[in-house]
Each structure stands twice: as structure tokens, then as C-alpha cells.
């Protein structure tokens, strides 16, 4: 099983749809999870963050996090083309005083206009 | 506005070639990463630094080896350049008093061996 999985797409949606990605992480004692945008052929871009259970908003994105689940999904209101790019989840740990990262393989998402 | 540099955005190097990736950041974080990024593999750790002239292995550190004199600069060094290692480099920093504890990326660098 692997450590972080997501699924790899592509997701379709069209424009002004709300996009929901999703990821799941084996390690339960994880503490930390990310969602990183990557256009292709550029780097990773930080674009949310999120420790505790629950929804967190910013914008038009929303970072969900169920422990007990171990499920961490984002939600993309009104999706605009320019949504368009993978989509990493991120999953932190603290393994022998460093905090480990943990990336998944990303999941493409394509908005339709 | 740029925060985390790397020194070639594509770099093409023959088999057996020592090869040398920069990266330096301007953030005073005190964390920086090396990873390889391949289609269907995501981002796999190479190796990192929690300190100057401190280093880790990370999950395929094989053919690689790294440098931390300065704070700002995180080298990775390829001992003798394979076809294997043709992948797309990341360098990353954080802080851990940083409140996201997120890592800024470079733009990342593009090595072709061959």
C-alpha cells in the first residue's frame, strides 16, 4: 500500500463546477497535510495547509481532513481553466525528530470551458 | 520575487559526467531538499539538510551525494552521471517556524543524460 495515494485522473469537470480531488495516507500518527498545484512543466506551488479536523477555506479552495478516515480531500469552487494543473497532497510526519514528507503522484485535473 | 533559485533550468550531460545542480535560496529556512521527479513516480526524496554542513539520506540517495557549507546554498552532486538519472531535479526549502511548514520549490531543473 502506498504511503499516500491519490487517484491520477484526469478529473473533468466543467467551468464553474466544483472540483473535489481527493487522498488517502496509511500512517496515522501523521500530523501535517498539504496541497500543492503543479502546472506542467513547473515546479510544485504550495496553496493550502491544514492540521486539524475539518474544513479549512481560502478563496475559492477548501482543504478537508478526516483522521479517523485518513482522508484529506480539496474542493474547488467555481473551477476556472486556469484550475487546470496536478494536484498534489502532501502528508507530514515526524519520523526521528525531522518531519518527514510524504508526496502522492498527483491527480490531473482538466476544467472544460 | 524569486526565492528559491536553480542554477539550469535544462542541463544535458554525457554518461560517466560528474554533475553539479545548485540551488540557493534567499528565506534564511534552515531546511532544504533534493528531489527527483518522474511521470507515474511523483517526487521522491534524493537527500536533505536540516543544517549547514548537515545532511540525510532520503529515499534513493544511490548516485548521489550532497553539499551544505552556507545556509542559503544546498548543492547536489552526481558522481558519475547514468541514463537513469535523466529526470526533472527539485530543490525545495522550509522553515519549521514557518506557521504553513510548507516547502517553497525552484523552477526546477531538467537533466538529460545520455
Known amino acids: 500500500q502506498k504511503e499516500v495515494e491519490q487517484n491520477s485522473g484526469p478529473l473533468s469537470v466543467p467551468e464553474g463546477a466544483i472540483a473535489s480531488l481527493n487522498c488517502t495516507y496509511s500512517?496515522?500518527?501523521?500530523?501535517?497535510f498539504f496541497w500543492y498545484r503543479q502546472y506542467s512543466g513547473k515546479s510544485p506551488e504550495l496553496i493550502m495547509s491544514?492540521?486539524?479536523?475539518g474544513d479549512k477555506e481560502d478563496g475559492r479552495f477548501t482543504a478537508q481532513l478526516n483522521k479517523a478516515s485518513q482522508y484529506v480531500s480539496l474542493l474547488i469552487r467555481d473551477s476556472q481553466p486556469s484550475d487546470s494543473a496536478t494536484y498534489l497532497c502532501?502528508?507530514?510526519?515526524?519520523?526521528?525528530?525531522?518531519?518527514?514528507?510524504?508526496f502522492g503522484t498527483g491527480t490531473k485535473l482538466q476544467v472544460i470551458p | 520575487d524569486v526565492k528559491v533559485t536553480q542554477s539550469s533550468r535544462y542541463l544535458v550531460k554525457r554518461t560517466g559526467e560528474k554533475v553539479f545542480l545548485e540551488c540557493v535560496q534567499d528565506?534564511?529556512?534552515?531546511?532544504m531538499f533534493w528531489y527527483r521527479q518522474d511521470p507515474g513516480l511523483g517526487l521522491r526524496l534524493i537527500y536533505f539538510?536540516?543544517?549547514?554542513?548537515?545532511?540525510e539520506k532520503g529515499d534513493i540517495p544511490e548516485g548521489y551525494s550532497v553539499s551544505r557549507e552556507k545556509k542559503e546554498r544546498f548543492s547536489l552532486i552526481l558522481e558519475s552521471a547514468s541514463t537513469n538519472q535523466t529526470s526533472m531535479y527539485l530543490c525545495?526549502?522550509?522553515?519549521?517556524?514557518?506557521?504553513?511548514?510548507?516547502?517553497?520549490f525552484g523552477s526546477g531543473t531538467r537533466l538529460t543524460v545520455v
Open positions: 502532501a502528508v507530514s510526519l515526524n519520523s526521528g525528530g525531522y518531519q518527514k514528507v510524504t
Open positions: 539538510s536540516y543544517d549547514v554542513k548537515m545532511k
Open positions: 491544514i492540521y486539524s479536523n
Open positions: 500512517d496515522r500518527v501523521s500530523q501535517s
Open positions: 525545495a526549502s522550509s522553515s519549521p517556524t514557518d506557521t504553513n511548514y510548507g516547502y517553497t
Open positions: 528565506m534564511d529556512h534552515e531546511n
